[in-house]
């Protein structure tokens, strides 16, 4: 392998002979589908990342966000949008406008492109050569944040949802079963992880995604609190500011009141840890309590209508190593359907709490007890599985209007889901 090879962009139609991921039919005698690039370039909202950008919407945003340019030229928006590396990485020519592509998560294929294709040739060689190790749950779910969460070179910010940006949300497991996969169901037994087939992986991927997610949105609040906008609104809760307005004796917000800030103080957003804490204190009660303890402190600098900068790197710098701990526990631990049954139901216990923190919560739960219970059930066999779909279902449903989301109706659904899994 020539050694100019490591760190070159081939573009995905190297990936899209009939012979190798661009077949029509999936394999069944391989490790492969070879499937792969005809599940992207025709089923996953990747492919079409690229033509976000053209559209009405897309030039509205680069005119406001004044790029001088358009919004599919803007090395701002193709940072996330398309396969944007420099030309001289580029080992041929190949369009941006093929949007978010095999390389995006693989890593650069010059070093391994050639190699991978013969006979013998191993996973741990294709890494070596500069492939992405995507079998690792937290490498996959640190991919996945670059452009789900952000990094200080590519991120979204309140001035780009101001501008018509979506806010920005994840969760490993359902995000992954919306792509939808293209590969092998489970991977992960490859690399040494326990072989509880497929059964339970789900909630591996939701554990360790969400321990994930927690680490970089601890650093990425400390790296915004060093930036020149300070406090970064998109740090916070959306919803909490951008909502519909109504009679105060309507307003559920009033009436449930303001417990751990001033009102008219928007609040940090708590979705990346509100549900997560549950898994945290199922798995290690000592540790849990840590981790609760230091984002809580987080929380209360965020929570400020002018939070100080030092304080909040200073606490988030104490808790990012907690999570990344529960992280390569979740990662490698074993799962049964137990656990997944005791932290639905602590999830759903404390669906007042969950629901009454916001929309983007809701949102949080409502994936983490679908990912649960099809983990769940695949391996318990429940007999009421169709009652418990339906009624996590009217979870999502309460969800799609995020302005007249109400955490009442919310939380007693959630409470419904709960005693149908008893």
Request: hydrophobic share 40%; proline share 5%.
């Amino acid at each position: 392998m020539p050694a100019e090879a490591m760190g070159q962009y081939s573009g995905p139609g190297s990936c899209s002979a009939t012979s190798c991921h661009g077949s029509i039919r999936p394999r069944g005698d391989s490790r492969i589908l070879q499937t792969e690039y005809s599940t992207w370039v025709v089923k996953d909202k990747h492919s079409r990342a690229y033509l976000a950008l053209t559209g009405e919407v897309g030039e509205r945003m680069a005119r406001i966000l004044k790029l001088n340019t358009k919004a599919e030229e803007s090395p701002k928006c193709l940072v996330c949008h398309s396969l944007s590396v420099p030309a001289e990485k580029r080992a041929r020519t190949f369009e941006l406008s093929e949007g978010v592509s095999c390389e995006n998560c693989h890593g650069p294929a010059g070093g391994w492109l050639g190699g991978h294709t013969t006979r013998g040739w191993t996973h741990e060689q294709s890494v070596a050569a500069g492939m992405v190790d995507l079998r690792d749950l937290t490498h996959r779910t640190d991919k996945c944040l670059t452009c789900h969460l952000g990094t200080p070179d590519q991120f979204v910010d309140h001035e780009m949802i101001a501008g018509g940006h979506p806010d920005l949300y994840f969760e490993l497991d359902s995000f992954q079963a919306a792509m939808p996969l293209h590969w092998k169901v489970p991977r992960e037994s490859e690399a040494g992880k326990p072989a509880e087939d497929a059964a339970m992986l789900g909630m591996r991927q939701w554990g360790t995604g969400q321990a994930e997610q927690l680490r970089a949105e601890l650093e990425r609040v400390s790296w915004r609190a060093k930036g020149k906008v300070w406090p970064e609104y998109s740090e916070l809760d959306c919803f909490a500011c951008h909502h519909a307005l109504g009679p105060a004796a309507q307003s559920w917000r009033q009436e449930h009141g303001y417990s751990a800030r001033r009102a008219g103080d928007p609040p940090w957003q708590a979705s990346r840890y509100i549900v997560f804490l549950h898994l945290a204190e199922a798995v290690d009660p000592a540790a849990a309590q840590d981790l609760a303890a230091k984002v809580a402190k987080v929380q209360a600098e965020m929570n400020k209508l002018n939070p100080d900068p030092s304080a909040v790197v200073a606490a988030a710098g104490a808790a990012a190593p907690v999570a990344q701990q529960f992280g390569a526990k979740l990662q490698t631990m074993s799962y049964d359907p137990a656990m997944a049954k005791r932290v639905m139901l602590a999830i759903t216990g404390d669906a007042e709490k969950i629901s009454y923190s916001g929309e983007r919560c809701g949102e949080q739960a409502a994936m983490a007890l679908d990912s649960l219970y099809i983990a769940y059930s695949k391996e318990a066999k429940a007999g009421d599985a169709a009652d418990v779909r339906a009624a996590i279902n009217v979870l999502f449903q309460q969800l799609e209007n995020p302005s007249y989301y109400e955490p009442g109706a919310f939380s007693h659904q959630m409470e419904k889901v709960g005693s149908l899994i008893r």
